[in-house]
């Protein structure tokens, strides 16, 4: 479930078989072939780890946490390894073992907030850029308006597809190239800053050509950029690594004990000064060489029958993992028996402009749009769009999907130029909850949006926005909610899991700020128009 859940929910992650791939071969390869060497402190830490990898297991049944899941797994995995090798070959399974980490999406949904914060700060980046070369353009938020064209800095080109290779690619080369911790953590900082500037070059060089009348948005000069862009960084990510290698590689211990030895010093006069002046340099390099060496598994002298070997050590871990893992997968088979795979682009290819009547309280349809998005976009991949017009008003309507879980659709417009001036919660005469949200965008532009997200079961997504962390806080509500040990507690029927969502918005602009009994209107015409939305073919 996790690997599924980050396949569909985050392609940013498309480095994962690398990850994997290459983790797998450092932990076959780098085996160390030492004494096994077993003390209070490995026993202690290597059974804490596996009680912490049982308590988060059991944490990721109750909650049908795949990510809480993965991370229980990880933790098992450095049980095991304390378990096989002991002391002296914890130092070589450790960068393996980290690596294993870089696939492990940050918990809170920070990635999502990291990716708003690349796409804002690349196009504040471009638009410097766009100001020093004087290309006339208009930026609201994230999009570039230039000569009747609108660019959209979307997921896709807000850099983090190349940040997050190039830290995986720069961890995997610390890794082969025996690199110390911190180099390993200079390189991984200068991966993220390197991605970050070619990304707004990337950027530049699109708004540039695009104002030239050269199509570089889309087609395959868009995808051959964003290939060159990347090679461009891996190549500075090498460069780099030559570069702080000289800069802090360690020092030859057999120059240091010929030149740094207080025995060589000659008697004389000052022999007592030299010697601890050699003696501190001795010191230093000892140290230093610490700090920038790769860890490595000491050579000590032991018998033959002190070695576990991989075969051995394996078995009993298998074994053991798999009593963690099968209390955990029992609850979820009679829950996954009711969920169904929702083919979203055969959705969006069988709906029509019918789904929503030719008026609605008083307001005609004169237009329905069809759009298929990048997979990454946080609008959704797919979206059909009507719009409604009165003899005194223009109100549009979108549903979009598949989302997975809350979407809060105010970040798209934030991204957009639109700050969100108020936001309510509001709930419906069935029960079920919608947001309403006035945005602000320049000085005499208002919107009024209303947005409420459904499951293909057609039961509504919960949310909290009185909360910072509303994200977190109505996923883990609506996974506690559907839980099937929880349910079963209860004594409910079991509901399928983590099934897709769509969203259902409805937006229209003013010129001033609206008035209470204007919003009223609106939430009206809104629960009508979602009513019929709900009574159409848009869920089956």
């Known amino acids: 479930m996790f690997f599924r859940d980050l396949y569909r929910e985050k392609p940013h992650y498309e480095f994962v078989p690398l990850v994997l791939a290459s983790a797998v071969w450092f932990f076959w390869s780098r085996w160390p072939d030492c004494p096994f060497v077993w003390g209070r402190a490995e026993r202690f830490l290597c059974f804490g780890l596996l009680g912490l990898s049982l308590a988060g297991l059991t944490a990721a049944t109750l909650l049908v946490s795949p990510w809480l899941g993965m991370v229980s797994f990880l933790l098992a995995v450095a049980s095991w390894g304390i378990w096989s090798v002991g002391k002296l070959g914890i130092a070589s399974l450790l960068p393996p073992w980290l690596l294993l980490w870089v696939i492990v999406p940050p918990p809170l949904q920070l990635d999502v907030r990291a990716i708003t914060m690349l796409q804002t700060s690349t196009s504040r980046c471009t638009a410097m850029l766009l100001d020093w070369?004087?290309?006339?353009?208009?930026?609201?938020?994230?999009?570039?308006?230039?000569?009747?064209?609108?660019?959209?800095?979307?997921?896709?080109?807000?850099?983090?597809?190349?940040?997050?290779?190039?830290?995986?690619?720069?961890?995997?080369?610390?890794?082969?190239?025996?690199?110390?911790?911190?180099?390993?953590?200079?390189?991984?900082?200068?991966?993220?800053?390197?991605?970050?500037?070619?990304?707004?070059?990337?950027?530049?060089?699109?708004?540039?050509?695009?104002?030239?009348?050269?199509?570089?948005?889309?087609?395959?000069?868009?995808?051959?950029?964003?290939?060159?862009?990347?090679?461009?960084?891996?190549?500075?990510?090498?460069?780099?690594?030559?570069?702080?290698?000289?800069?802090?590689?360690?020092?030859?211990?057999?120059?240091?004990?010929?030149?740094?030895?207080?025995?060589?010093?000659?008697?004389?006069?000052?022999?007592?000064?030299?010697?601890?002046?050699?003696?501190?340099?001795?010191?230093?390099?000892?140290?230093?060489?610490?700090?920038?060496?790769?860890?490595?598994?000491?050579?000590?002298?032991?018998?033959?029958?002190?070695?576990?070997?991989?075969?051995?050590?394996?078995?009993?871990f298998a074994v053991a993992f798999a009593l963690l893992v099968l209390p955990g997968l029992l609850p979820l088979r009679s829950a996954s028996a009711n969920t169904g795979s929702a083919d979203a682009s055969a959705l969006y290819a069988r709906l029509?402009?019918?789904?929503?009547?030719?008026?609605?309280?008083?307001?005609?349809?004169?237009?329905?749009?069809?759009?298929?998005?990048?997979?990454?976009?946080?609008?959704?991949?797919?979206?059909?769009?009507?719009?409604?017009?009165?003899?005194?008003?223009?109100?549009?309507?979108?549903?979009?999907f598949p989302f997975y879980g809350w979407h809060e659709l105010t970040i798209c417009y934030y991204l957009k130029g639109w700050?969100?001036?108020?936001?309510?919660?509001?709930?419906?005469?069935?029960?079920?909850?919608?947001?309403?949200?006035?945005?602000?965008?320049?000085?005499?532009?208002?919107?009024?949006?209303?947005?409420s997200l459904y499951g293909s079961d057609k039961r509504s997504l919960r949310h909290d926005h009185s909360t910072y962390d509303y994200f977190a806080k109505a996923r883990l509500l609506d996974r506690i909610d559907n839980s099937p040990i929880v349910r079963w507690l209860r004594d409910q029927a079991l509901v399928p899991i983590n099934l897709p969502s769509y969203q259902f918005q409805q937006f229209t602009r003013k010129p001033v700020e609206p008035t209470d009994d204007e919003r009223e209107q609106l939430r009206s015409l809104y629960l009508s128009a979602k009513r019929l939305w709900l009574n159409s073919n848009a869920f089956e």
């Open 133 to 316: 070369m004087r290309i006339p353009y208009l930026r609201q938020g994230n999009v570039f308006e230039i000569e009747n064209r609108s660019l959209f800095v979307a997921e896709a080109c807000s850099g983090v597809h190349s940040q997050l290779v190039l830290i995986a690619v720069s961890a995997i080369l610390c890794i082969v190239l025996r690199r110390s911790a911190a180099h390993a953590l200079m390189l991984i900082a200068s991966a993220a800053v390197w991605s970050i500037i070619i990304n707004i070059i990337r950027v530049f060089v699109v708004v540039v050509a695009e104002s030239r009348g050269v199509s570089a948005s889309e087609g395959w000069v868009h995808e051959a950029l964003g290939y060159g862009v990347v090679l461009l960084g891996l190549l500075l990510v090498y460069s780099t690594d030559q570069l702080i290698f000289f800069l802090i590689s360690p020092i030859d211990a057999e120059w240091a004990d010929e030149h740094l030895s207080p025995a060589n010093v000659a008697d004389g006069p000052s022999a007592d000064q030299d010697k601890f002046e050699l003696e501190i340099d001795s010191r230093f390099w000892r140290v230093w060489n610490r700090l920038t060496t790769f860890p490595s598994t000491p050579v000590v002298e032991g018998r033959e029958s002190d070695l576990r070997p991989r075969s051995r050590s394996l078995v009993p």
């Open 352 to 400: 029509k402009e019918e789904v929503l009547p030719e008026t609605i309280e008083g307001f005609r349809r004169t237009k329905h749009l069809k759009e298929e998005r990048d997979p990454s976009s946080s609008e959704g991949m797919y979206s059909h769009q009507w719009q409604y017009v009165s003899p005194t008003e223009i109100i549009g309507y979108a549903m979009d």
């Open 419 to 451: 700050d969100v001036s108020s936001l309510t919660d509001l709930q419906d005469s069935d029960g079920d909850p919608y947001v309403e949200a006035i945005l602000k965008r320049g000085l005499n532009e208002w919107g009024v949006l209303h947005f």
